[in-house]
């Protein structure tokens, strides 16, 4: 990688002859049989099988950060701490260790963001990014349990005041106690909690968990958030992920070419994106999810590009998404742009992998080892609702009935209309528009001209896959939506709209292009001031419904 356009995790003195592919895989296959056998020891060999798929991904995902973060001899320690935390010390030894697991923890983190820290000082854009972290602390912290818009969205739609009880669930209003806390948060996180038990604790019944398909993120905050503290690693994951969906922003504005205005006002308003807003405070993988929409696309583009220092980790990035989420267009987005840009084994490469990995979990993590699939049969379940849709769209379309073939198409984009904040969807029109016509006015080329066919790609294709996938969700969201459709389906769009926001302010408003992303933050908050329900408008499409 050059001078000019190092990534986040390849600024490094390593030399990248020394890494052998096959050795990497040895040591990670070493390392993951090491902690199945441990957890096997001390919990149960159940629980030390079911552990081996996510910890193989998770493993792979650190050691090649840390291989490609630092120095031989330092990654090798760095990785030890990623391996100590799998052992589940404080599970598997005594409760008393919670805080060596938080402090392992806190380390690995610690070094991402000192990577971080890195990347922007060598661009003096500390300010910038401080800003931007400042700014998601504070979205953050004033979104909490009765106040997390996810939390209240049921109560609002319902015009019914809050009666939470500390301790008790209320289900007229949808707001329950998170596992044996006081902690309010919405009566649906109870449905995830299944996804971190599993891998902790032997007689734990999951059969009627709705969710243990979507694994990861209940793996991944398994490995500290242990009982009566899930919701506090919960909350740290996704103010940690939703500062590495900004950075990720920020770089792919960097390998589009976007002057350094554009890629800080895509930066800061991404700090204020509605979706990261509404899920902070929910310990369920929706946030996360959000976050790997710009992480997936930031890997992608990496793999595009001629230096291919650490296609191990972009690859397990882009793959892991689909382990925490149903994202699956996202992964057919990574692999239209792979093809595109004449990477076509790894575009092959990826989906392959990931549907392989949910496979296996599927049929053998949970058939065989843990002994049920979850409740598949419930209508909230993943393959239900693709079921619906599927058998709906085909109905519409065999029996001609253009009524309701129009009915799905207007709410599936009325879905991706509100999910882009309706000004964000405006703003991917309106950049996909100005692109064709400076495209076609050769005559006078843009100082950014280059930029143009990426830019202009990734939107297209974010759009065109993000609407078709609209269209398709739209038979199921008549099922959990009073108006039909559900606009935080559509929010995986935000990188598109983000960088378009970006790009278009800073072309039109010059220096008062930094009016987006204040814009945006006031927006995010206008709950605070009571103006209006923004969950209401996000989560249902309504508008008008006050905050109560």
């Known amino acids: 990688m050059n001078q000019q356009s190092p990534t986040i995790s390849t600024i490094s003195d390593i030399d990248t002859s020394k890494i052998f592919i096959f050795k990497d895989i040895g040591l990670i296959l070493v390392a993951v049989i090491a902690q199945c056998w441990w957890t096997s020891i001390f919990v149960s060999t159940k629980v030390g099988l079911l552990n081996l798929l996510p910890t193989l991904v998770f493993l792979g995902l650190w050691y090649w950060f840390t291989k490609s973060s630092l120095s031989i001899q330092y990654s090798r320690w760095y990785f030890l701490l990623g391996f100590l935390i799998t052992l589940r010390l404080p599970v598997t030894i005594a409760p008393q260790l919670e805080i060596l697991n938080w402090t392992l923890y806190l380390s690995m983190v610690g070094l991402i963001g000192y990577r971080i820290f890195e990347y922007f000082r060598q661009r003096k854009q500390l300010i910038v990014v401080g800003l931007a972290i400042t700014i998601i602390l504070f979205n953050s912290f004033t979104h909490l349990f009765l106040d997390s818009p996810f939390t209240y969205s049921f109560r609002l739609l319902s015009q019914l005041p809050s009666n939470y009880i500390a301790g008790k669930d209320n289900n007229l209003t949808w707001e329950c106690s998170y596992e044996d806390t006081s902690l309010p948060v919405h009566c649906d996180m109870r449905h995830f909690i299944p996804s971190e038990k599993i891998f902790t604790e032997t007689s734990y019944d999951a059969s009627f968990s709705v969710f243990l398909n979507r694994f990861f993120y209940g793996y991944f905050n398994s490995l500290v958030g242990m009982s009566g503290h899930r919701w506090f690693m ?87 998404g689909s382990l925490v989420y149903d994202i699956y267009p996202l992964i057919l987005i990574s692999s239209i742009l792979l093809f595109i840009y004449k990477r076509p084994l790894l575009g092959v490469l990826i989906p392959l992998l990931s549907i392989a990995l949910n496979v296996c979990w599927k049929y053998i993590s949970l058939q065989q080892i843990l002994g049920t699939l979850g409740n598949i049969q419930s209508l909230s379940s993943p393959s239900s609702n693709l079921t619906y849709s599927f058998q709906n769209w085909t109905k519409a379309i065999l029996s001609l009935d253009f009524g309701r073939i129009w009915q799905f198409l207007s709410n599936g984009f009325m879905s991706y209309l509100y999910g882009g904040m309706i000004f964000g969807a405006i703003a991917s029109t309106g950049l996909l528009i100005y692109l064709a016509i400076q495209k076609k006015n050769a005559a006078n080329p843009d100082e950014n001209q280059l930029l143009f066919p990426l830019l202009f790609t990734i939107t297209a294709c974010f759009c065109t896959v993000m609407l078709i996938a609209m269209f398709f969700v739209a038979a199921q969201s008549e099922i959990w939506s009073p108006t039909k459709f559900l606009p935080r389906f559509a929010f ?49 499409g309504l508008v008008g419904l006050y905050w109560q």
């Not at 039109?508 to 945006?520: C, E, H, K, Q, V």
């Open 234 to 320: 919960s909350i740290s994951v996704n103010i940690f992920l939703w500062i590495s969906a900004c950075v990720a922003i920020y770089r792919i504005g960097e390998i589009a070419n976007l002057n350094e205005r554009m890629r800080n006002i895509a930066m800061l308003c991404c700090a204020s994106s509605w979706g990261f807003v509404h899920f902070v405070a929910q310990p369920s993988p929706h946030m996360t999810a959000f976050a790997f929409a710009s992480i997936i696309l930031w890997a992608t583009l990496e793999l595009t590009r001629d230096e291919f220092l650490n296609d191990p980790l972009l690859i397990l990035l882009i793959i892991s």
């Open 492 to 540: 995986y769009i935000y990188p598109a709209n983000t960088l378009a926001i970006a790009f278009l302010a800073d072309k039109f408003l010059n220096r008062g292009s930094y009016f987006a992303p204040i814009l945006t933050f006031i927006i995010a908050n206008s709950t605070i001031i009571k103006i209006a329900s923004m969950s209401a408008f996000f989560e249902y």
